[in-house]
């Protein structure tokens, strides 16, 4: 005798279910990589990378690290002690960062604090966020890539006075950048090989002449590889 009706769509369902499981997990990515700087080792894995004008320092109490750009326009860039393989890796590399309140007030709206992917001497893609004008832009380096780059914007996702989430990921030829766990721009490179870089880094910049200090924080950072 042939099962109820109801009986087969439930079967179908559940079929259809762990098949949508099984295709997530196999889009989902590895992670290779964390810090949320819980202690003074885990915040000295951090390099220096670029800049000339920088302080850090790790926070005892916050568990996060403290960067100051002392002038501006000029920032201050730091690595984690992990990088590709291979030129222009595929990463998906996320930092949660915040612009403190003994930053200036008059000095907020030129202040951004970025991560960025294939870093390289000459090369990189670079997503920065203006947090006092709710603004992103999403950079590469050479410029180029087809006429996607650099893509600006405004977005809400984008939080004042608070922590916020950036992440860039790099696949292939698609460069994806978000804020807060919300898509803000995508764009397709149509030189990828021109941004060869192997290493990531999380920044805080100033554009604006000052001799005033940006001052950010840095937590949270990881770094995720598709499955094999």
Not at 136 to 152: D, H, I, Q, S, W
Not at 207 to 221: E, F, G, I, P
């Amino acid at each position: 005798m042939a099962p109820p009706r109801r009986t087969r769509l439930a079967v179908v369902l559940l079929a259809a279910v762990l098949a949508l499981g099984l295709a997530a997990a196999a889009l989902a990515g590895v992670t290779v990589y964390t810090n949320n700087f819980s202690g003074r080792a885990e915040a000295k894995q951090l390099k220096h990378t670029e800049g000339r004008h920088c302080d850090e320092r790790w926070r005892r109490r916050a568990r996060s690290v403290l960067v100051e750009v002392k002038r501006g326009p000029g920032r201050c860039g730091y690595r984690p002690p992990v990088e590709g393989d291979a030129p222009g890796p595929d990463h998906d590399f996320q930092a949660e960062v915040k612009l403190l309140r003994a930053t200036p007030v008059g000095i907020r709206r030129s202040a951004y604090m970025a991560v960025a992917v294939r870093s390289g001497k000459s090369s990189r893609y670079e997503l920065r966020i203006f947090p006092k004008k709710h603004k992103y832009e999403l950079r590469r380096t050479p410029a180029g890539g087809g006429g996607g780059f650099p893509k600006k914007g405004k977005s809400r996702a984008i939080k004042v006075n608070k922590p916020n989430v950036l992440r860039l990921k790099a696949v292939g030829n698609t460069i994806t950048a978000r804020v807060n766990s919300k898509k803000v721009a995508q764009v397709t490179d149509s030189n990828p090989g021109q941004v060869d870089g192997r290493r990531l880094e999380v920044l805080v910049g100033n554009k604006r002449r000052t001799h005033k200090d940006v001052v950010a924080s840095l937590d949270n950072l990881k770094l995720q590889v598709p499955n094999p």
